[in-house]
């Protein structure tokens, strides 16, 4: 493998000194971008985009061609675990996922496996092999997977959910099958970075997009812990570089102090906290990636410049921060906004970096 | 008007001694009950039912009836006041409200009057003094009203959102707009509300239900401020009896001790924070109100009563405590795990109002 030109994102993550504030955008491969939209049409439909190595590679690339971005993200969804455990995932248009079969019982988790990553989950790994091959040492590649809890949350609703009813049920009345499948996709969320790690993946990050509908000790119980239980298993070095691991909990500001604690590398926080806070309240023990709200995006670029400029001064000085968004780049945004963005976390954050 | 036979609510919002923890639930006149649902289909659509003080005044008393519940909370809807000031709210089956005339521009903004209580939302006090003369004094009874924050996204968006990208634009790109909407709403608010107590509320909530959705400094800005606003326009006595102001902004864990910076009498929580933690945070500033999961009145009674005398035994000794969920009561609940948790509250919290 190539050496890496441009390791900002890694030695943010680590805590190393850095010339500037690196940053890459949540979902910046995607539908804001006419040329995502148009291998998106030639794919025919979502599954097939994420499940072909050479239009997965090819959607990945497309943001780093436009942007001076510091990190390429492997193009795929969360949910392709439960579907290689057999759900059988699906998209509606203009719909969120859903399940064919979803769970709903002990004797149903009991039947789950745990997939094999380079199984049912090779195409997944042929596709980071290529993208880092394509990237030829550019960027770092993230790898990524979706939390256990919000897994579970799909696989037993049976698809996007506001209330969580079926699956917060089960909490409160029937812990016990609750941590048995929890307890299944930690291993298997473990096993699938791993593999993307040994595939290429440089930095690995965990959504846990819903672990912010929970009340304190459920987080505590049915999530953290879930993620604790992946960062343990994790490989954390490859041929002598860190791999480093980001722990992301939308709506978990309340619980920073304690995701700092399992020894992650580093917090996604979304747009509701203020980062310095935020780092006050975490200290050197991890790095911060985030936290812009992504309607600034929707405006112009002299608001996202001024918001930019804002997010750099409420980190401060030192390294620990990569830019992001707090949440995923909406569809409706002009391209040049996101170069504004880009370029402006660039150029302001110099002096944030400079002894 | 009679004396208060039961004024454990309107006491413990006082943090004055009571001698079990008061018990009302957000929704309790709702879509669960059947004798709702028979109101409810005839009178058509639902804001008939709203503007119909009968039938108001006939679901608002519906749950006393069944439950041994503290306080009465007037039916009504939080759009009443964009209603009033001309954008015209409906309803489409199986959606949330809309607005046919939304707002855009800082010229619709300058369009919009102040609506008179007593003119355009007469129909709201004639329910208030309604309810207020058939409860007899059973129990108090609350007003409320939305935030202006929580009001000027359904205004600008025309409806329900997820992303608020309208608003949100317009704050972080034309505040001055904002705020001049923001400002007619608190002072729109603020004289609805004082006109629900002259007609005879005895304790008001402002519901903000989408102050989550904001950074901390917008929080502050747009949602806080004016809240503020409007606690320091609340009639806070009448008649030598004092008029408890609760506060609720749904996600605002983050800023409980901003909150009760107010000067409001209590804060609501919403499920995600711990109630002991949220106790220590705010100290003898305010009482609170909540903070049950919703999720739990799915379940089954033993179930209930456990989550119950937790919630109890993590607030602790002594009064400022209202319980109540930490949001909505959902339509599928059976009436019969309503009735196990009010007893449940009542019966467990007796100790901790024992010197």
Same mark, same amino acid.
């Given at each position: ?30 539908? $804001?971008?006419?040329? $995502? ?7 025919? /439909? ?21 942007? /001076? ?44 496996? +745990? ?7 090779? %195409?997944?790994?042929? =596709? ?40 917060? =049920?089960?909490?409160? =009345? ?17 096993? %699938? ?7 290429? =993946? ?12 929970? !009340? ?9 812990? %879930?993620?604790?239980? +992946? ?25 920073? /102090?304690?995701?700092?604690? !399992? ?9 509701? +906290? ?36 804002? +997010?750099?001064?409420?980190? &401060?000085?030192?390294? &620990? ?12 945004? !002009? ?21």
């Amino acid at each position: 493998m190539p050496d890496l030109k441009n390791d900002r994102f890694i030695r943010a993550l680590l805590r190393q000194p850095v010339d500037k504030t690196p940053i890459w955008i949540m979902r910046q491969a995607g539908r $804001y971008l006419p040329e $995502y939209r148009e291998v998106r049409a030639q794919a025919g /439909d979502f599954m097939t985009l994420c499940s072909t190595p050479d239009l997965a590679c090819e959607v990945t690339l497309q943001p780093l061609r436009r942007f /001076d971005l510091d990190a390429a993200i492997l193009f795929s969804d969360i949910l392709t675990i439960p579907d290689a455990m057999g759900l059988g995932l699906y998209f509606e248009e203009g719909e969120g996922p859903k399940f064919k079969s979803p769970i709903s019982s002990a004797a149903d988790i009991e039947k789950l496996g +745990i997939p094999d990553p380079n199984q049912e989950l090779a %195409y997944v790994m042929d =596709a980071v092999s290529l993208i880092r091959k394509e990237l030829d040492g550019k960027v770092p590649l993230i790898g990524f997977a979706g939390s256990p809890w919000t897994l579970a949350t799909y696989m037993v609703e049976g698809g996007s959910s506001r209330s969580f009813s079926k699956i917060k =049920a089960m909490l409160f =009345a029937d812990a016990k099958t609750a941590h048995a499948l929890l307890a299944k996709l930690a291993d298997s969320v473990a096993m %699938y970075l791993n593999a993307q790690i040994e595939a290429g =993946a440089q930095a690995v990050m965990v959504f846990d997009s819903w672990g912010g509908a929970l !009340t304190t000790p459920h987080y505590q119980e049915f999530s953290l812990a %879930y993620m604790q239980r +992946i960062v343990d298993q994790l490989t954390r070095e490859k041929d002598g570089d860190k791999i480093p691991v980001i722990l992301f909990t939308k709506g978990g500001g309340l619980w920073l /102090d304690q995701i700092a604690d !399992t020894g992650c590398d580093a917090l996604g926080l979304d747009w509701t +906290i203020n980062i310095g806070q935020a780092r006050q309240q975490v200290g050197d023990r991890v790095a911060l990636q985030g936290n812009m709200d992504p309607a600034v995006m929707a405006t112009d670029p002299d608001t996202i410049k001024r918001e930019a400029a804002s +997010i750099l001064a409420d980190f &401060g000085n030192g390294s &620990g921060h990569v830019f992001n968004l707090g949440h995923g780049i909406t569809p409706g945004i !002009t391209p040049d906004n996101v170069a504004a963005l880009v370029d402006a976390v660039h150029e302001f954050s110099i002096p944030y970096h400079q002894q």
